[in-house]
C-alpha cells in the first residue's frame, strides 16, 4: 500500500494521508527532489551534495546532509507514517519504491499507457488517459527548487510535459475538436516560439476548421519568427503543409504525423 505521495510536477512537496508532510528549507526540498527524479533508485551522497551546494561544497557537507535526511524522517514520522520512506543505502539515500508514489511515474505510465490506446485504435480513451496524465501537472517542475543542477532535470521534465501536450492536441485534431486543439496550441507557441511543429499542428487546425486564411497567417508568422530568431527558413514540414493548403489538397492530412483524415 502507498504511504508518500510526492509531487515534483509543480512545487514539491510530501502528503501522507492527504495531509502535507512539513519540508523546511531548500535542503529538505532539493534532497525529495533529487531521490524522487531518479524513481526509487540510490542517488550518491557526492551527487546529493552537488544538488544542495553546487560544486563548492562546505567541509561540513555530508554532516549537513545526514542532518536533512534526519529531520525529513523526523518530519514523516511526526506525520504518523509507519515505515521509513528515506532509505540510506550503501552509498546514499534512496526513496522506499515500495512504500512511495511520485506524480512523474504516474504521468509517464499514463502516458505510455495513451500511446497504447492508439496503436489498438482507442482514441477517444487515449485522449482521456493524456488529459489525466496532464492534470497532474501544477506548474513548472521543481518549482519551488534553486538548484541549477535539478534545474536541467526539471527541463527534461518540461520537453516530456509538451510532448504530451502535443499527443493531445494531435487527437483532438484527430477527433474533430479542432477548437480546442487551436486555443492550447495558440498558448504553446507562445511560450515555445521556435517549435515548427506546434505551427504545423496549428495550421492543421485552422485548416480543417474551415480558417484557410488564418492558416496561412500561422505560416508566415513562424517563417518571420524563424528568420528573426534563428536566421533560417521553415522546414519542409511547414512549407509542404502551406503548399498543400494552397491548393486545397485532400492528401494533405498526411502532411502532419498524427494527423488523420476526415
Known amino acids: 500500500m502507498v504511504s508518500v505521495h510526492i509531487r515534483i510536477l509543480g512545487p514539491v512537496s510530501m502528503y501522507y494521508r492527504n495531509e502535507a508532510v512539513p519540508l523546511a528549507g531548500q535542503r529538505q526540498l532539493r534532497v525529495i527532489a533529487a531521490l524522487a527524479l531518479v524513481s526509487g533508485r540510490a542517488v550518491s551522497t557526492p551527487e546529493l551534495i552537488g544538488h544542495l ?16 535526511v534526519w529531520m525529513i524522517r523526523r518530519s514523516l514520522a511526526a506525520a504518523g507514517v509507519p515505515q521509513e520512506t528515506v532509505l540510506s543505502t550503501a552509498s546514499g539515500y534512496q526513496l522506499d519504491p515500495a512504500h ?97 511543429e506546434l505551427y504545423a499542428h496549428l495550421m492543421q487546425a485552422l485548416y480543417l476548421s474551415g480558417r484557410q486564411a488564418d492558416a496561412l497567417a500561422v505560416f508566415r508568422r513562424a517563417r518571420n ?19 498543400a493548403i494552397l491548393r486545397q489538397d485532400a492528401d494533405m492530412l498526411a502532411a502532419v504525423p498524427g494527423m488523420a483524415r476526415r
Do not use: M
Not at 519568427?225 to 503548399?243: F, K, M, S, V
Open 53 to 68: 551546494w553546487g560544486e563548492n561544497p562546505p567541509r561540513t557537507a555530508p554532516g549537513q546532509l545526514q542532518t536533512s
Open 225 to 243: 519568427t524563424l528568420t528573426d530568431e534563428l536566421g533560417i527558413d521553415p522546414g519542409p514540414r511547414l512549407t509542404t503543409l502551406e503548399r
Open 100 to 196: 512511495c508514489e511520485i506524480d512523474s511515474d504516474i504521468f509517464r505510465y499514463s502516458v505510455a499507457a495513451a500511446k497504447k490506446l492508439v496503436r489498438a485504435g482507442l482514441k477517444e480513451e487515449a485522449l482521456e488517459r493524456i488529459k489525466d496524465a496532464l492534470a497532474l501537472w501544477r506548474g513548472p517542475a521543481l518549482a519551488t527548487i534553486s538548484s541549477s543542477a535539478l534545474q536541467t532535470r526539471a527541463a527534461r521534465l518540461e520537453e516530456e510535459r509538451v510532448a504530451a501536450l502535443q499527443q493531445r492536441i494531435c487527437l483532438e485534431i484527430t477527433l474533430g475538436e479542432y477548437e480546442e486543439a487551436i486555443g492550447e496550441l495558440t498558448d504553446l507557441i507562445v511560450l515555445h516560439p521556435l517549435r515548427e
